[in-house]
């Protein structure tokens, strides 16, 4: 068997340290160190996992046992460390988006591809038992022709109003709706050709105040005549819910986030849970995975992996999205670049 991937996790706030206790299980990775700018928090998180710590991702240059970073911290800063990392050799697992500039996000995936080195962007759901095996379930044409899709992210409540700032997380349509277009496209296979969304009622003023909303609703029209839903709220108050429906020709597939995951087949046959679909917690799962295939795709090089191209183009979604909800009017989006899969 191969060595375990050796790995450092830049980050540990709220979902760094989620990704610390769930990288920590994972066999074929060994977590050596974290990072974060707030040494307490840096020294808490790591002492939980025993490992080192550290304030600086700088200092870890000079580590030789170090071969990849998973990269969680605040979006703006994403572009740099990734740059830095891959510049410095080291493969990298970065939370999405990679960046706010599709022009940025753009030039690491080339960078990450002449260096020879891995970056894969956290677009977990393609990895959680549920959307897998629904995935496998359209691949093998079980409800032929995908005709509609709704994919709904309803979060309990929202997170500080200096989060939201579209400046730093790239508001609600991108930090929430990149992994919805993201699935739209790999669920079907098909491109998003243009978006029509509505910004609803604000329920959070500070979050207005700030320049973004907390809750609106998308309708995207993908190739060959396919359309999409995708309703995304900071407020359901009841838990953090995710959904995914798609209507085909032949019947329907259904993926439930709570209150476990799982998906269901409807068919005239009739509803049946797929079995190998249920998770008593899709998010967990579904990291988990991610981080998984991560080290697979490093020490193998086989499989493919999202990366810059998939962050890329949910991102552009994501801006038209912004830019139709503003002006009420269907905006076009433009078509992926050149970038390859994982690349």
Same mark, same amino acid.
């Given at each position: 068997?191969?060595?375990?991937?050796?790995?450092?996790?830049?980050?540990?706030? #709220?979902?760094?340290?989620?990704?610390?206790?769930?990288?920590? @299980?994972?066999? @074929?990775?060994?977590?050596?160190?974290?990072?974060?700018?707030?040494? @307490?928090?840096?020294?808490?998180?790591?002492?939980?996992?025993?490992?080192?710590?550290?304030?600086?991702?700088?200092?870890?240059?000079?580590?030789?046992?170090?071969?990849?970073?998973?990269?969680?911290?605040?979006?703006?800063?994403?572009?740099?460390?990734?740059?830095?990392?891959?510049?410095?050799?080291?493969?990298?697992?970065?939370?999405?988006?990679?960046?706010?500039?599709?022009?940025?996000?753009?030039?690491?995936?080339?960078?990450?591809?002449?260096?020879?080195?891995?970056?894969?962007?956290?677009?977990?759901?393609?990895?959680?038992?549920?959307?897998?095996?629904?995935?496998?379930?359209?691949?093998?044409?079980?409800?032929? #022709?995908?005709?509609?899709?709704?994919?709904?992210?309803?979060?309990?409540?929202?997170?500080?109003?200096?989060?939201?700032?579209?400046?730093?997380?790239?508001?609600?349509?991108?930090?929430?709706?990149?992994?919805?277009?993201?699935?739209?496209?790999?669920?079907?296979?098909?491109?998003?050709?243009?978006?029509?969304?509505?910004?609803?009622?604000?329920?959070?003023?500070?979050?207005?105040?700030?320049?973004?909303?907390?809750?609106?609703?998308?309708?995207?029209?993908?190739?060959?005549?396919?359309?999409?839903?995708?309703?995304?709220? #900071?407020?359901?108050?009841?838990?953090?819910?995710?959904?995914?429906?798609?209507?085909?020709?032949?019947?329907?597939?259904?993926?439930?986030?709570?209150?476990?995951?799982?998906?269901?087949?409807?068919?005239?046959?009739?509803?049946?849970?797929?079995?190998?679909?249920?998770?008593?917690?899709?998010?967990?799962?579904?990291?988990?995975?991610?981080?998984?295939?991560?080290?697979? #795709?490093?020490?193998?090089?086989?499989?493919?992996?999202?990366?810059?191209?998939?962050?890329?183009?949910?991102?552009?979604?994501?801006?038209?999205?912004?830019?139709?909800?503003?002006?009420?009017?269907?905006?076009?989006?433009?078509?992926?670049?050149?970038?390859?899969?994982?690349?």
């Amino acid at each position: 068997m191969a060595e375990p991937l050796r790995l450092a996790i830049i980050g540990v706030g #709220r979902m760094g340290a989620f990704h610390v206790g769930r990288v920590a @299980t994972i066999d @074929t990775i060994d977590l050596v160190a974290v990072v974060d700018s707030e040494p @307490t928090r840096a020294a808490a998180v790591a002492g939980e996992v025993g490992v080192a710590a550290y304030d600086s991702s700088e200092v870890l240059l000079d580590r030789d046992d170090v071969e990849a970073w998973l990269i969680a911290t605040p979006t703006p800063t994403h572009p740099d460390l990734v740059e830095m990392a891959v510049r410095a050799g080291l493969h990298v697992l970065c939370e999405k988006p990679l960046a706010l500039d599709p022009g940025r996000s753009e030039d690491l995936g080339v960078l990450a591809a002449n260096s020879g080195r891995v970056l894969q962007v956290g677009f977990w759901r393609r990895f959680s038992p549920p959307w897998v095996a629904a995935k496998r379930l359209l691949d093998a044409g079980t409800i032929g #022709r995908p005709l509609l899709l709704r994919l709904a992210q309803w979060d309990a409540d929202p997170p500080a109003a200096t989060f939201c700032d579209p400046s730093v997380s790239g508001g609600l349509a991108i930090d929430c709706g990149v992994h919805e277009f993201d699935l739209a496209e790999w669920l079907t296979g098909l491109e998003i050709e243009s978006v029509l969304a509505r910004n609803l009622p604000l329920v959070d003023e500070s979050i207005g105040e700030i320049g973004d909303v907390d809750n609106l609703l998308a309708t995207l029209d993908l190739a060959g005549g396919a359309l999409a839903t995708v309703d995304l709220s #900071r407020n359901c108050r009841y838990g953090d819910d995710v959904r995914t429906e798609i209507l085909g020709e032949e019947g329907a597939i259904f993926i439930d986030l709570l209150p476990s995951g799982r998906t269901r087949l409807a068919t005239a046959a009739g509803v049946e849970v797929i079995a190998g679909s249920e998770a008593d917690d899709a998010v967990e799962a579904g990291v988990r995975a991610q981080a998984a295939a991560f080290a697979h #795709r490093v020490r193998r090089g086989t499989d493919e992996v999202p990366g810059a191209g998939e962050s890329t183009r949910a991102l552009i979604v994501g801006l038209a999205v912004q830019e139709s909800a503003k002006t009420n009017a269907p905006v076009a989006v433009s078509r992926r670049g050149s970038l390859s899969p994982g690349s």
